[in-house]
């Protein structure tokens, strides 16, 4: 437990901000959480207005990359509390990443303690329009200002805040993707760290152009299983059985994917954690079996897939109101996230205001 400084901002944006046509990640709260590791240990945080950072042309994460990110989201249930939707299971892929990366880890009070001070402070931002919440995108960068390649001395961890609508707006259609890889076996996949994400830009525009909103990553050996898809974990269902790829180091274990398999296998539905190739779902897409195929992600949510092309082949998918079982879980989310029904997993971390 430790008191946090806090700087005011002289003047809230809040009026200025129109919380009836927010995107995903162009506005930012009023203040951010800072603090500094430095001699092997974490310095005190502070509260401050969300500003500019200044660093030298020479900080280490500008040229290895050695950074991390998480990605959560407070709701604010209906009599005013706020319900963070499961930061310990955050904290813990944080710190899961932090290691892949070579860099320290943050305390529990850190982490916590930091988000519950910066959200009560700005629990003003955060939405109640249907759809809508306060991104949280907690993250840390190595700060030495040294190029030589080595882990830095050095971090600074940062939160700030975000009202946010849904990530995608609507349905997406989606590529198989046989070229290209997003991560490898004993690379840096499962971890949060911009590198994943730098990969993916490249083909995630040849698809663009394609006209598909996404791509379906496959295996970095032979381009023959599924591994995730852009931004999201990827579910089929076929039989009435959810099918997903197994974790693995080059999959991110996805808060939301841990969720609905939860909920899933709660609800009495099978689920399978397993290698699903390519093969067996374009024999699926051409018997017409594929009943349901879905991305999870924090900032996902559930994001139906309307088409996939895959072999060279458009193929479509059952409209989204006939999609009973990923509907059901969908809304059950939704609820747990809101207060609306009984948290059973214990999944909201509540702040009483
Ligand atoms: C999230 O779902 O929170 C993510 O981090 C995806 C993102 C890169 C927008």
Known sequence: MFCIDIERTPRSRLNETDF????????????????DYMEGQWQKPVITPFRHISMSPATSVLHYGQAVFEGMKAFKAE?????????????????????????????????LEGLTELIKLDKDWIPSEHGCSLY??????????FIGVKPSKTYKFIIFTSPVSGYYKGT??????????????????FAKTGGNYAASLLPAKLAY??????LLWTDSKEHKYFEESGTMNLMFIINDTIITPPLSSSILAGVTRDSIITLAKDMG??????????????????????????????????????????????????????RKISNQLNQTLVDIKLGNIPDKYAWNYRIKV
């Open 20 to 35: 009836s046509s927010l995107e995903f990640g162009a506005v930012y709260s009023d203040h951010m959480l800072v603090a």
């Open 79 to 111: 009599n005013g509390d706020i319900l963070i939707f499961r930061p310990d299971m955050h904290f813990k892929r944080m710190n899961a990443s932090c290691r892949r990366l070579c860099m320290p880890e943050i305390t529990h009070d850190l982490f």
């Open 136 to 145: 949280i995108r907690p993250f840390m960068y190595a700060s030495d200002e």
């Open 172 to 189: 997406v259609k989606v590529i198989v993707e046989t070229e290209y890889v997003r991560a490898a076996e004993g690379g840096i996949g």
């Open 209 to 214: 152009e394609k006209g598909y909103h996404q």
């Open 269 to 322: 539905i099978n689920v399978e954690e397993r290698k699903i190739s390519v093969d067996e779902i374009h024999e699926a897409l051409e018997r017409g079996i594929l009943q349901d195929a879905f991305g999870t992600g924090t900032a996902a949510t559930i994001t139906h897939i309307s088409a996939i092309n895959i072999k060279g082949k458009e193929y479509q998918l059952p409209e989204v109101s006939r």
